[in-house]
């Protein structure tokens, strides 16, 4: 009988310590576990209230154990002190089974949880990602747009500069040509004044295209067909020579014309002819005259292709019949600032 006894004391101390064991894994999942605080606080007192009646049962088991000395007879109270601790035993084991049934319940959920928030963990990530993918090519896309902007900013900079140099040129040859325009009315001027008598005996002075043009009618220097300047001629001449000798700057173009009617001598071969003799002539007169260098003299004739007056008349072939006296400035100056740079 005392070795059942102590049978079953070994087996009901091995299950208390099998109990004790469990309650210390269950202690430690309970720290791991934040949501299941009030489940395993509620666990923790049951447990300890467990342990209190371990520890009053490691009593009685001492209590049986002297009785059980004492009473080595009485296998009826030592029946019943057994049944009531296979009856304690089979509750604790039963609340035992209970709590790991509840903790793996509380794993499942917290499992569960766990993947939800996994899940939207990873989808949180892949948006997040999403977006520094596309903020990556938004500021791939601004550096370039910040570059073609400083780009065309300096390649503007360059053509407001260039536009500038070029305004400040054009203005220099607004400048120099109304330096030119001012100096030739002031030349028109003053061989209009010169030539004054003249101007009722067919000689105008006329200003075009920067130009002034003294226009000699055939009454006033040649006798018809003559390449001879006769003396009124040479006068007005001679006072166009004085003007112009004081003038460095200007060139002197003189152009024959003739009438369409057909000439023909031993020394004059026709119209053309005539009109450069006769420009030849008043040359020699100018250059005769004055200081003029003749390096700005032209003779030139145009015979009877570039007439005034197109119609075959007397009156229009009078027109035609004259000599002009184009004086042009020097432009030098105009075509270097133009092929400057």
């Known amino acids: 009988m005392i070795k059942k006894t102590g049978y079953f004391l070994g087996i009901f101390v091995l299950l208390i310590l099998q109990a004790c064991v469990s309650g210390r894994q269950f202690e430690e999942m309970k720290a791991a576990r934040e949501k299941c605080d009030s489940e395993l606080s509620e666990l923790k007192s049951r447990y300890e209230t467990f342990t209190a009646k371990e520890k009053e049962l490691n009593v009685r088991v001492e209590e049986l154990g002297r009785q059980v000395k004492a009473l080595t007879s009485d296998t009826s109270n030592h029946g019943r002190s057994f049944r009531r601790l296979n009856t304690a035993y089979e509750r604790l084991n039963a609340t035992y089974d209970q709590l790991l049934e509840n903790n793996n319940k509380l794993m499942e959920g917290k499992d569960a949880d766990n993947k939800k928030l996994m899940g939207q963990y990873q989808l949180t990530q892949e948006e997040l990602q999403k977006k520094e993918d596309r903020l990556r090519i938004l500021e791939a896309d601004l550096d370039k747009?910040?570059?073609d902007i400083q780009r065309l900013s300096m390649e503007m900079k360059a053509a407001e500069e260039a536009i500038k140099i070029k305004e400040d040129r054009v203005n220099e040859l607004e400048n120099v040509l109304a330096a030119k325009d001012s100096a030739m009315k002031e030349l028109r001027n003053k061989v209009s004044d010169a030539l004054l008598g003249f101007q009722d005996n067919g000689l105008s002075v006329s200003m075009k295209n920067g130009k002034v043009y003294v226009s000699l009618e055939e009454r006033l220097l040649f006798e018809s067909g003559s390449t001879v300047v006769d003396a009124k001629g040479v006068d007005a001449l001679k006072k166009l020579a004085k003007v112009l000798e004081k003038e460095a700057d200007i060139s002197v173009l003189i152009e024959g014309h003739t009438d369409n009617v057909p000439?023909?001598?031993?020394?004059?071969?026709?119209?053309?002819d005539l009109s450069v003799l006769r420009a030849t002539s008043i040359l020699r007169i100018i250059?005769?005259?004055s200081k003029v260098d003749p390096k700005r003299l032209t003779a030139a004739g145009r015979g009877e292709f570039l007439p005034i007056d197109k119609a075959n008349t007397p009156d229009a072939r009078k027109k035609n019949r004259r000599t002009e006296?184009?004086?042009t400035p020097n432009l030098d100056e105009l075509f270097q600032l133009i092929n400057t740079n």
């Not at 000439?263 to 053309?272: C, G, P, Q």
């Open 325 to 327: 006296i184009i004086l």
């Open 263 to 272: 000439i023909k001598s031993a020394t004059i071969k026709d119209n053309w």
């Open 287 to 289: 250059a005769s005259n």
């Open 145 to 147: 747009r910040s570059a």
